[in-house]
C-alpha cells in the first residue's frame, strides 16, 4: 500500500490536513501551498484542534511512515545512482558501497514481490461477482 491509497481510506478532511502537513504528497504540485486559514476553509473548521489530537494516533503515525518510505525509496535512488557512477570509476570505497547497497537492494526487492503476490492473490479472490 503506498501513501496515496492510504489517504483513500481515511476521513476526507484529515487526507486533506495530511496534505496540507505534507504539500509533496499532493498529486497536482502546481497549485501554491495552502495557509493554515485555507486548510481551514476547505474543511469547514475554525480551528486547527481536532487535527492536532489526530497528529497522537496510530492512523496519524502510519500515514506518515508510509510517507517517509515512500521518500525513502527516493532517496534511496538517488545514492545508488551516485554510488553507481563512482564505482565504475574505479573508486574502492564506492565499490564496496556498491555491492552491499545491491545486496540491500534485493532484499527489499524480495520483500516488496512477496507482498505484490499476496496483493494479487486478494484481488483474484475478489472477482466481483454477485450470486
Known amino acids: 500500500m503506498n501513501i496515496h491509497d492510504a489517504l483513500k481510506a481515511v476521513a476526507w478532511d484529515r487526507a486533506e ?14 497549485k501554491g501551498i495552502k495557509t493554515q ?4 476553509r476547505v474543511v469547514n473548521k475554525k480551528t486547527m484542534n481536532p487535527y492536532l489530537r489526530w497528529e497522537k494516533t496510530q492512523e496519524y503515525k502510519a500515514l506518515v511512515a508510509l510517507m517517509l518510505q515512500s521518500r525513502t525509496a527516493d532517496d534511496l535512488q538517488e545514492v545508488y545512482n551516485v ?4 564505482a565504475k570509476t574505479g573508486d574502492d570505497k564506492s ?10 537492494i534485493d532484499a527489499h526487492a524480495k520483500i516488496a514481490m512477496k507482498s505484490m503476490e499476496r ?11 454477485i450470486i
Do not use: G, M
Not at 83 to 86: G, L
Not at 95 to 104: D, G
Open 119 to 129: 496483493f494479487e492473490e486478494d484481488e483474484e479472490e475478489d472477482d466481483d461477482l
Open 37 to 40: 486559514e485555507d486548510f481551514l
Open 83 to 86: 554510488v553507481a557512477e563512482n
Open 95 to 104: 565499490v564496496k558501497l556498491f555491492l552491499a547497497l545491491t545486496r540491500e
Open 17 to 30: 490536513y495530511f496534505k496540507y502537513k505534507f504539500p509533496a504528497v499532493r498529486f497536482d504540485q502546481t
